[in-house]
């Protein structure tokens, strides 16, 4: 599902350069809800271990460990961990935040009840073999809960704007296709006697458009890499592209920016 020519090592180490610049953990804040729901969807137990791949700061981490679970969160960028045990540490929730690769999962087989990703494990650039991953450290019975972002919905707009001026290397698969039911089935095949999908909606809010721009612009890695590399001209049209494309889906006038974005919230069941 993947050209045999990448080098998968290479994209890593610039995704992760790419994460590590910016601070994700300042946008991860406002999709809050998001792992609250999911974590109400998947019907988190109390005493269940909870692995939350590719956790960032916590975004579904976090909310396991409100419901009582064992919860465990990996991430390969250092400085969203430590964010993550700052935001465990005010809650007093214990919380294990491990560094790790989602294409590499650093846990034994069948060792999580469930096993959780919000935005993150989509972003790997093998997808086949995260999926491995997310169900091989499961166990039979157990549970994968994922919120991915949909490559019609808003966030999946933004990425192919930004594609469009900076395109990822030929071959890897973009990280939308895990917002489809469709690739889901073709990453999980058979191994899954259930898998439940359903899009649902987050509303991202601003002051404007333009204080949109300025925030991802600093925080977000991947817009924040393609203006720092792109050439003058080509990064004032993304940054212009990326403000019409708010404003044309700005729900609030001109009273402030409020925009709705789709993601496919998941839930599928490992085969015993």
Not at 60 to 80: H, N, S
Not at 121 to 136: C, G, K, Y
């Amino acid at each position: 599902m993947i050209n045999e020519k990448v080098d998968l090592a290479a994209v890593k180490q610039r995704q992760q350069q790419v994460w590590s610049d910016g601070d994700f953990a300042m946008i991860g804040g406002s999709l809050a809800i998001v792992g609250e729901n999911l974590a109400e969807t998947v019907n988190v137990v109390p005493g269940e271990r909870v692995l939350d791949v590719a956790c960032g700061s916590g975004t579904a981490t976090i909310p396991a460990a409100r419901r009582l679970a064992e919860a465990v969160g990996v991430d390969f960028v250092p400085a969203l961990l430590e964010r993550g045990r700052e935001r465990a540490a005010a809650e007093r929730l214990e919380i294990e935040f491990i560094e790790g690769d989602a294409e590499q999962l650093p846990f034994e087989d069948e060792s999580f009840d469930l096993v959780l990703s919000e935005f993150g494990a989509m972003f790997a650039p093998d997808h086949q073999r995260t999926a491995d991953e997310l169900l091989r450290v499961c166990r039979p019975g157990g549970r994968i809960g994922m919120a991915n972002w949909t490559p019609t919905g808003l966030t999946g707009q933004t990425f192919m704007t930004v594609a469009s001026r900076m395109p990822p290397p030929p071959g890897v698969m973009p990280p939308p296709l895990w917002g489809t039911e469709d690739h889901l089935r073709t990453l999980f095949g058979d191994r899954v006697s259930e898998l439940d999908a359903e899009t649902r909606q987050f509303r991202f809010r601003h002051f404007s458009p333009e204080s949109w721009f300025d925030f991802f612009r600093r925080y977000f890695g991947p817009i924040k890499a393609a203006m720092d590399n792109l050439p003058p001209e080509e990064g004032e049209a993304l940054k212009a592209d990326l403000i019409e494309l708010m404003r044309s889906n700005n729900v609030a006038g001109d009273r402030a920016m409020m925009v709705d974005s789709d993601y496919l919230e998941v839930v599928a069941v490992k085969a015993g």
